[in-house]
């Protein structure tokens, strides 16, 4: 039975999602869609207006949505989700599932591109209460268009999954720290990281709506990403009911996520040591296998970066509201910045062009 397809604000509905598309590749079902899509993948229990009757006892399972490709480049949630709706028996309860950026990931030479120029990056657009948010390109306009109908669902959770740019443990995010979203979380991993910053992203937006989860799957292609993804997806889609989850004890909640930038009027290097005369190659040099701190807690005095004479104070971190703490978290001695406190790196990028397009790093409260 072909789908339903409508389109609303850039936005593809499509209802259900043909059954013949879960059976393409991944590229060949993306160029059907063409765009960003939202599609119901009918459960057996016929909630949602699904086949007259329904069967017994899983009709009127609140549905549950999934999330994918909000970035191009970061397929493992598309291919994990593929795998799990293609080898696993059909679900009890009606499953939506958004394809993002879907032109960006069409965009040669395939799973490529975070965003095309022209586009928006779609975690900073799902909502406008001013600037930024209420951009007209088709990312925003899809992603508010999409937004309006995550929430009319009654989605029981959402789960938006994501790959890293640099080398990360797999991790979890959160926008409220109560203990079902924690729960949610924990079924995917026990690091968690409390987002507390105000960005537009699709959690801020399903805050008040339902519990809802970003994933991130480590780096795209990475060892164990796949299976990580598969694994946390099947036990999400087999909870019986993940808005009443309870936590286990082994969970570590990152918080407080400081940003650390590098003055873009200083050069940057990572492993930028002369290997003859240790002189450093770039005003600002960070070791090169910096990436391996990524969510291992450091103790107090770790050291972040080496900076010639005249750029001690070219590194700088801001806290959530942009206050500059720098003094609070760095010092410098002898050309060494060391971090004052015992912190988490996250999101460390051992890319020159990562770290000046977003931060170098962010600064966690270490966890327990
Ligand atoms: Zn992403």
């Known amino acids: ?13 499509l209802d259900p999602l043909p059954p013949e598309l ?16 939202l599609a119901r993948v009918p459960g057996t229990g016929g909630s949602a ?8 006892g899983t009709a009127g399972a609140r549905p549950r949505g999934v999330v994918v490709l909000q970035h191009g480049d970061e397929r ?27 032109e960006a990931a069409l965009a040669p030479p395939g799973f490529a591109h975070r965003m095309l120029p022209h586009q928006a990056d779609m975690n900073r657009a799902w909502f406008a209460d001013g600037e930024p948010g209420g951009g007209h390109d088709t990312v ?14 009654d989605l029981a959770a959402v789960v938006d999954l994501h790959n890293t740019t640099g080398d990360n443990p ?13 729960a949610l979380a924990a079924l995917f991993t026990p690091l968690i ?3 507390d910053q105000q960005l537009h992203t699709l959690l801020e937006g399903l805050r008040d709506h339902c519990v809802a989860v970003t994933v991130e799957c480590g780096r795209a292609g990475s060892d164990g990403a796949h299976a990580f993804a598969v694994a946390g997806l099947r036990r999400y889609l087999a909870a019986p009911d993940p808005a009443r989850l309870h936590a286990p004890d082994d969970v570590r909640v990152l918080r407080r996520m400081r940003r650390v930038i590098v003055d873009p009027t200083a050069t940057l290097a990572f492993g930028g040591v002369d290997a003859d005369d240790g002189r450093l190659t ?65 999101m460390m990028t051992g890319s020159v062009a990562a770290a000046r397009a977003d931060c170098l790093t962010y600064l966690l409260d270490r966890g327990v």
């Open 282 to 346: 770039a005003d600002v040099v960070v070791a090169a296998d910096v990436e391996a701190r990524n969510g291992v807690g450091q103790d107090a005095g770790w050291l972040l970066a080496t900076v010639r004479p005249g750029h001690e104070r070219s590194l700088r971190v801001r806290d959530i509201d942009g206050v500059d703490v720098t003094d609070a978290l760095l010092e410098v001695e002898r050309g060494q910045v060391r971090v004052r406190t015992a912190t988490t790196p996250l």
């Open 170 to 182: 797999f991790h979890a995010i959160v926008a409220t720290d109560d203990p079902a979203t924690r």
């Open 76 to 102: 493992t949630g598309l291919d994990a989700l593929l795998t799990v709706l293609r080898d696993d028996p059909p679900l009890p309860y009606d499953l939506h599932v958004l394809f993002g950026n879907v």
């Open 49 to 56: 207006g699904g086949s007259a009757g329904g069967s017994a």
């Open 140 to 153: 925003s306009v899809a992603a508010r268009a999409a937004l309006h109908r995550l929430r009319d669902l």
């Open 193 to 195: 990281v409390r987002w």
């Open 1 to 13: 039975m072909a789908g339903h397809a409508d389109r609303v604000s850039g936005l593809r509905l």
């Open 22 to 37: 879960l059976r393409s590749d991944a590229p060949t079902l993306l160029a059907a869609l063409g765009g960003p899509t």
